[in-house]
């Protein structure tokens, strides 16, 4: 009997220590908080955009004929002026010659033609038809001249050569499509914005940021250079309430080809933004919440719509005011309407308390 009373007594004497120590611990948990960051930031806009080269044409034959020669090869780099293909046209020398002969036969009867209008035998407009059929003689040999000079197609600008179709010894028709070529020192960028951001570019432009334009490349990194919007389009889409907006970026290492897709990044800069740190949010049902404290020192679970979000913090838009006061750690152990003890940071610590977490 004995026994059993002290074994009774130890365990409530456990029991009592346990409970007395949880008590303690829950007392002495001391919780974070501020208040929401109060100042400008610049957010980013995005919109997805099409790349452009400042010159992209299609080099085509400009005569029938066979590929007799192809001196370059795809994506190489070509100059103005060089050498990009030969085209054999079938049977230029021949009509070269032909028109020739046509030509020298005009000549001379012109110079009959000139010696009896001279002396009164054949009149004045006999001579000026001879005259006539002579400069026409002269195109046609011109002209068959310039068809074998067109033979050998040269690059227009100095670019990029895109996809060769057609292999050498393959007949070639007037128009068909040879290769493309792409001048990439400059390349223009193609998005679209909304009516609204339309508005607030035009009427506020203080609020943009003059570091310029950046661009998104596919694979997440930020392109190097920055750019400037140098054009707006003339009308608005009805069929999707958007405008199209043109923007120029140097490509001085020709990473940009034509035909690319990438996204236009606009800062634009928020004055008066309420910040606070990511860690301060809890989401339940897709809406996020953050814990409020009172003057009682409770805590009330409170939903806030989240306007932007910036590396390591969000900007409220709605939920919370300036000087309110919240919790910024232990919100799992929290439930609505707890009393809690805190200390005090201020919000530009409460901010870096994010990236401790994240450590």
């Known amino acids: 009997m004995k026994q059993f009373l002290l074994s009774a007594l130890c365990a409530g004497l456990f029991t009592m220590t346990a ?3 949880k008590a ?3 007392v002495e948990t001391t919780y974070t908080a501020t208040t929401p960051l109060v100042d400008s930031i610049d957010l980013p806009k995005d919109y997805a955009a099409n790349i452009n080269s400042l010159r992209n044409v299609e080099i085509r034959s400009q005569q029938k004929g066979l590929l007799q020669t192809a001196y370059v090869s795809e994506g190489q780099y070509v100059k103005a002026g060089q050498p990009l293909f030969r085209i054999a046209a079938v049977g230029v020398d021949e009509e070269i010659a032909k028109a020739k002969a046509e030509m020298e036969q005009t000549r001379i009867d012109l110079q009959n033609v000139t010696k009896l209008a001279d002396n009164k035998v054949v009149s004045v407009n006999a001579k000026r038809m001879a005259e006539a059929k002579l400069r026409s003689a002269e195109a046609d040999y011109q002209l068959a001249v310039k068809r074998k000079h067109l033979s050998l197609i040269k690059a227009p600008f100095s670019g990029i050569l895109g996809r060769i179709p057609l292999k050498v010894g393959s007949l070639v028709d007037d128009g068909d499509l040879l290769t493309s070529l792409s001048d ?3 390349v223009m960028v193609y998005f679209n914005i909304s009516e609204t951001d339309y508005l607030d570019y ?3 432009p203080e609020r943009y940021t003059q570091s310029g334009l950046q661009l998104v490349l596919a694979n997440g990194d930020v392109f190097g250079a920055q750019g400037r919007i140098v054009d707006l389009g003339g009308q608005f889409d009805a069929s ?3 405008i199209a907006m043109r923007a120029e970026f140097a490509n001085p290492d020709n990473l940009l080809r034509n035909g690319e897709m990438g996204t236009v990044r ?3 800069k928020k004055r008066n933004a309420l910040m606070i740190p990511q860690v301060a949010v809890f989401e339940e049902q897709d809406r996020k919440y953050v814990f409020v404290v009172d003057k009682q020192r409770r805590v009330h679970q409170r939903a806030v719509t989240i306007g932007a979000e910036f590396s390591g913090g969000y900007v409220v838009n709605s939920g919370l005011s300036a000087g309110e006061r919240y919790l910024v750690d232990g ?5 609505d309407g707890d009393v809690v003890r805190f200390k005090t940071v201020d919000p530009r610590t409460a901010m870096k308390m994010n990236q401790l977490s994240a450590d």
């Not at 919100?331 to 439930?335: D, E, G, I, S, V």
């Open 266 to 268: 606009l800062m634009v």
């Open 331 to 335: 919100l799992q152990k929290l439930n």
């Open 202 to 204: 035009r009427l506020h």
């Open 24 to 26: 303690e611990q829950q």
């Open 19 to 21: 409970c007395q120590k």
């Open 240 to 242: 999707t309430g958007t």
């Open 184 to 186: 990439n020192r400059r």
